[in-house]
């Protein structure tokens, strides 16, 4: 069966340092999303991209987040300068056209120090 | 605000039992309803997508109640494996070209022999 699949796992980064975490979604599937999960806390959405640019964003992806999709695999989230309070657990998540049903990948843990 | 309510539980019952989940949400403009399951630091795993005239999994019945922005979950004859944490999620109801999920908090089940 077809999944999303994330790198790294987990990943632990300084204060105001720039990461990347990578996103392969469902082949077939032309929405993508992030979602972001502190620990104990909801399920919260950042942003959705579709056709190449942003269709949705919330108020937490703020201009320290992009989004980009550098081919045609992989679909990935910035965060520029590191902070405390972005350590969470980050879901990409994809949907086709039909439905949105979205389906999620294993998340990638960022701790922040 | 646009929210998703759920009692956090936990719902403690033994194998066997039957056991309902309800949740209410705000935005009456949502669309797409659906009950996804989570466990312990993994991410969101579809269960079921939610229709007006109510459906049917195996063990899992889902209703909706768009006049009462309500939703529900039933599960029957439950197993330990059905131990998890219910997230009862609306979408955003913003325009087609996006899909953002809203979650709520989710309803703890813990099943026990």
């Known amino acids: 069966e077809p999944e999303v699949t994330q790198t790294p796992s987990h990943q632990v980064t300084q204060m105001g340092q720039e990461v990347i975490l990578r996103c392969v979604p469902i082949?077939?599937?032309?929405?993508f999303y992030w979602y972001r999960q502190i620990l104990g806390q909801k399920v919260e959405f950042l942003v959705s991209?579709?056709?190449?640019?942003?269709?949705?964003k919330s108020e937490i992806f703020d201009d320290q987040f992009s989004v980009e999709r550098p081919d045609g695999s992989n679909f990935t989230l910035k965060i520029r300068s590191t902070k405390l309070e972005d350590s969470a657990m980050y879901f990409c998540?994809?949907?086709?056209?039909?439905?949105?049903?979205?389906?999620f990948g294993p998340g990638t843990r960022l701790t922040v120090l | 605000r646009k929210e998703v309510e759920q009692d956090p539980g936990p719902f403690n019952v033994p194998e066997g039992a039957t056991v309902a989940f309800n949740c209410t949400y705000s935005n009456s403009a949502s669309q797409s309803f659906f009950w996804y399951r989570q466990d312990c630091r993994k991410e969101p795993k579809l269960l079921m997508s939610v229709y007006s005239s109510g459906n049917e999994d195996g063990r899992f019945t889902a209703q909706l109640n768009r006049a009462s922005q309500y939703i529900s979950l039933l599960i029957r004859d439950s197993k330990l494996s059905d131990s998890a944490t219910y997230l009862c999620?609306?979408?955003?109801?913003?325009?087609?070209?996006?899909?953002?999920?809203?979650f709520g908090g989710g309803t703890r089940l813990m099943v026990k022999p």
């Open positions: 999620v609306v979408n955003g109801g913003y325009n087609n070209a996006g899909n953002m999920l809203t």
């Open positions: 998540a994809s949907s086709t056209p039909l439905h949105n049903e979205q389906f």
């Open positions: 082949s077939n599937h032309l929405y």
């Open positions: 991209f579709y056709n190449n640019e942003i269709s949705e």
